[in-house]
């Protein structure tokens, strides 16, 4: 099978053939062997073979020569970054890849399955950059396919084969932070019930904090969280304050959501009425 670039890809038979006017031919070598039936090759790379006949009153033919070259393996890829895991935004996919015989000539990518493929334009080293934006949320299989110069190309699927599969996640996660005016007196005490939630559909929760702008964190963790915190501002100047839930998912989006407390003082009241006899 004749490949790219005068490279075969598969094993070379050979056949042999001599003819002689007089005496008649009476053998033929090749590579220094007897010649009795086609040979079939199989050394990979260049290779150079030798070849003469004889005739019956032993004339010897000056040698000639004949080269091949053989390539029947395929090259190999390998993945450097990212590792697998969560994605959003643009990412860039880069790598290595090899062939031992004839040669590297490009590396392609697939994100459907090899129905489509998208040169890197690298060979021995490559990059290829995808906008998670613009495909749906979810697990996103990426396909390496490397080229050798004879034609060979890289397995898709099963043994030899290259993929990477990411979760794509390009959604915000989902918070929610609530809390009533606080008023707040150093006798009569006061506090403001903080409730608060954060979820993430897609890659999870990494990291939430709740905490009062200025003033320092009140609760913070992992994953999913629905809870409450009761806040006072005992010790704390009158005056407004901040507080704000802010959320990260492992694909690196972020969310938060802010309300507005007050530090007053409580103030009793007083009524007087007054009515003629």
């Given at each position: ?72 393996v ?12 969560p994605?959003s ?6 790598g290595?890849?090899s ?13 459907d ?15 290829h950059t ?7 949320d ?21 043994a ?38 954060a ?13 009062v ?65």
């Amino acid at each position: 099978t004749m490949g790219g670039g005068g490279w075969h890809t598969s094993p070379v038979t050979v056949t042999l053939t001599a003819t002689d006017a007089t005496s008649g031919v009476a053998g033929m070598t090749i590579d220094g062997v007897a010649y009795t039936a086609p040979v079939v090759i199989t050394t990979e790379g260049s290779s150079t073979h030798g070849f003469n006949a004889v005739d019956v009153a032993g004339n010897v033919e000056a040698a000639q020569s004949f080269a091949l070259q053989i390539d029947t393996v395929a090259p190999s890829s390998a993945i450097t970054s990212p590792a697998s895991g969560p994605a959003s935004g643009v990412v860039t996919l880069s790598g290595t890849a090899s062939d031992a015989t004839s040669g590297m000539a490009g590396v392609d990518i697939s994100i459907d399955g090899g129905a489509t493929w998208n040169a890197t334009g690298g060979a021995t080293t490559w990059a290829h950059t995808r906008d998670t934006t613009l495909l749906p949320d979810g697990n996103l299989t990426f396909i390496v396919r490397a080229s050798d110069v004879a034609g060979n190309a890289q397995p898709t699927s099963g043994a030899g084969s290259t993929s990477i599969t990411l979760l794509v996640d390009n959604t915000a996660p989902s918070v929610s932070l609530s809390g009533n005016p606080l008023t707040f007196c150093p006798v009569c005490g006061g506090s403001s019930d903080l409730t608060y939630a954060a979820s993430d559909g897609g890659s999870g929760v990494q990291s939430w904090a709740l905490e009062v702008v200025g003033v320092g964190t009140l609760a913070s963790g992992s994953g999913d969280v629905s809870s409450a915190h009761n806040w006072n501002g005992a010790g704390l100047p009158l005056g407004p304050y901040t507080a704000r839930l802010s959320v990260v998912d492992a694909a690196g989006n972020t969310a938060e959501q802010s309300v507005a407390l007050n530090l007053l003082p409580n103030i009793p009241t007083v009524s007087l009425n007054l009515g003629c006899p």
